[in-house]
C-alpha cells in the first residue's frame, strides 16, 4: 500500500497568509468598524462609504428631541369618585326636558387660552339639548389637568351645583364629538400643575354659542 504524502506549506506562505488575514482586518477595522461603531474615521472612508451614518450618539438623539415615557411622568389615579359632582348633589329636573325643534346655528371657532403656571380656569359654550359638537384642543408645551363636563341649565340654582364630568384626564391633545345630554354650559377645567404658563388652542365645530370662560 502506498503511503499518502499530505502537502506541507512552506514557513514563508503561512506568514504571508497571516499578514495578509491581519492587512484585511486592518483595513475593515478602519473603514467600516471605526466609523460604525465608534464615529472614528481616521482615514476618511467611513464617510466616504456612509458608514459614520450608522454611528448614533447621545447629541443624535438629543436632536431628535425629547420622548416621554411613562417613568417620567407621574398623575394621580383617577376612579369612579372623581367624576361629576358629589353624590349628595341632586340632579335638576330641568336635565329631563325634551331638546327643542330647532338647534343653535352651525359655527366653527378656534380659541386660544392661556392656562397660567399652576392655575387652573373654566372655558365653556352653551349648547341646547341634543346639540352636537366636534372639538379638538392641543397645549403648547407640558400635560394639563382637564375635565371636560357639564352643568344644566336650572331656574332655581342652589348653592350647591350639579355638573356631569363626560372625560377627566391629563393630556396634551384630545379631539372628539360631543352630544349634550341637557341644555347647559358645557366645557372643559383646565388645570395647569407646572411651573410655565401653557396655551391651549382649542376649536370648535357645531351647535353651541360661545360664552366667556368662568
Known amino acids: 500500500m502506498s503511503e499518502i504524502n499530505h502537502p506541507i506549506l ?3 506562505k503561512i506568514i504571508k497568509a497571516v499578514v495578509i488575514a491581519l492587512s484585511i482586518a486592518v483595513v475593515l477595522l478602519a473603514t467600516a468598524v471605526l466609523p460604525a461603531e465608534y464615529g472614528l474615521d481616521p482615514i476618511g472612508t467611513g464617510k466616504l462609504l456612509g458608514f459614520s451614518r450608522l454611528h ?3 447629541k443624535n438623539t438629543e436632536a ?3 420622548s416621554i415615557t411613562s417613568n417620567q411622568i407621574s398623575f394621580p389615579l383617577l376612579k369612579l369618585e372623581n367624576i361629576g359632582s358629589k353624590p349628595d348633589v341632586p340632579k335638576p329636573i330641568e336635565a329631563n326636558n325634551p331638546p327643542p325643534k330647532k338647534q343653535y346655528e352651525m359655527r366653527e371657532d378656534s380659541i386660544s387660552i392661556l392656562v397660567p403656571a399652576g392655575e387652573g380656569l373654566e372655558y365653556k359654550v352653551l349648547l341646547l ?3 352636537s359638537m366636534k372639538y379638538e384642543w392641543i397645549a403648547d408645551s407640558s400635560f394639563l389637568f382637564f375635565d371636560f363636563h357639564g352643568e344644566v341649565k336650572e ?3 342652589g348653592k350647591a351645583v350639579f355638573f ?4 377627566i384626564s391629563n393630556a396634551k391633545n384630545v379631539t372628539g364629538t360631543f352630544l349634550a345630554p341637557f341644555e347647559g354650559k358645557h366645557g372643559w377645567y383646565f388645570k395647569n400643575k407646572g411651573s410655565k404658563d401653557v396655551t391651549v388652542s382649542l376649536r370648535l365645530k357645531g351647535e353651541y354659542i360661545l360664552l366667556n370662560k368662568s
Open 10 to 12: 512552506e514557513k514563508k
Open 56 to 58: 448614533i450618539t447621545d
Open 64 to 66: 431628535q428631541g425629547p
Open 129 to 131: 339639548k341634543h346639540g
Open 155 to 157: 331656574e332655581n340654582r
Open 164 to 167: 356631569e364630568s363626560y372625560t
